[in-house]
């Protein structure tokens, strides 16, 4: 029997190439997609010839069904991973609106219409989709309002279409914290060391998304105590909020005169 296939949207990245070498040895062909093809090119190489990429920009209108057509003529899709996403640590007042359209587009727009134009081929097979979202899907963070708005967006997407499609297809979400991979740049690395914020290798995130993917589980959180944190700040924010506050002038001090170089 042929190995099923599973979509990785920023299978190029430090979280979605590390799931993607995990797949791959649990018997999943890989369908990588990402905007840089050499990269892709590059990973498929590593990989092995059964897997296949497809090179795009999560903005375009078209990915999606570009992707869903794809898959199709690969058999169709068992597994989507919608782990692409950008971020990046601004003032609100200073974030340019195309780059706050960017974060929605490719943290929430495109997950969710990629969902939707693969619900076809997920549901022939009682697939799965796994949402990659964020501890700050859950805790509100100066000075990331925009990236904050896109991952508490995709959890309440997640939550609803999994109560939605129970049964059919199992709507998942893994919610990361820190962890060490090219989204961060130099000063938000020094500003987690400085503030005590654990970072995590994207191999132990990828594991985790395993026991997520092979549990009937439908969410999950890595780390602690971002975990306690998230459940503290759903119910009791207020705690949240001053325990943050604190620690305002501590992140303000990393931003330096920042500009978006997205
Ligand atoms: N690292 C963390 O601290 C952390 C914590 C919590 C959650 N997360 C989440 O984990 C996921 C993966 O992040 P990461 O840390 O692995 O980031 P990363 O290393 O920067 O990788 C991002 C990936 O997304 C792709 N991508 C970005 N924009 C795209 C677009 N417009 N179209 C298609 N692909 C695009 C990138 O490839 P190209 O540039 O070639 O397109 C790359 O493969 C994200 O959703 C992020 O929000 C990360």
Redesign the pocket.
């Known amino acids: 029997m042929s190995k099923p296939l599973a979509i990785i949207?920023?299978?190029?990245?430090?979280?979605?190439?590390a799931i993607a070498r995990r797949l791959a040895q649990d018997n999943w062909r890989c369908l990588l997609?990402?905007?840089?093809e050499s990269?892709?090119h590059a990973l498929r190489y590593q990989l092995g010839d059964e897997h296949l990429f497809l090179?795009?920009?999560?903005?375009d209108e078209a990915?999606p069904i570009t992707i869903a057509q794809h898959a199709e003529a690969q058999g169709g899709a068992t597994l989507l991973v919608?782990?692409?996403?950008?971020?990046q640590m601004l003032p609100f007042e200073n974030t340019p609106p195309n780059l706050m359209r960017?974060q929605l587009?490719?943290?929430l727009l495109?997950p969710m219409l990629l969902t939707q134009m693969l619900l076809p081929q997920l549901k022939s097979c009682q697939g799965t989709v796994v949402n990659?979202?964020?501890?700050?899907g859950a805790i509100g963070y100066p000075y990331q309002s925009a990236?904050c708005a896109s991952?508490f967006g995709l959890r309440g997407f997640s939550e609803a279409l999994s109560r939605e499609l129970d049964g059919v297809v199992a709507i998942k979400y893994l919610?990361?914290?820190?962890?060490?991979?090219?989204?961060?740049d130099a000063q938000v690395r020094a500003m987690n060391t400085a503030l005590g914020n654990k970072?995590d290798s994207?191999q132990q995130?990828a594991e985790i998304f395993m026991q997520l993917l092979n549990s009937k589980q439908r969410r999950k959180a890595v780390g602690f105590p971002e975990k306690l944190f998230a459940r503290i700040n759903g119910l009791l924010p207020e705690l949240v909020d001053s325990a943050i506050i604190k620690q305002l002038k501590t992140i303000k001090s990393f931003l330096g005169s920042r500009e978006s170089s997205l």
């Open positions: 949207t920023g299978a190029t990245g430090g979280i979605g190439e997609v990402a905007r840089s990269a892709l090179a795009l920009d999560l903005n990915a919608n782990n692409a996403g950008l971020n960017k587009q490719v943290n495109a990659i979202g964020s501890a700050f990236y991952k919610a990361p914290r820190a962890t060490d991979t090219q989204i961060n970072m994207p995130v």
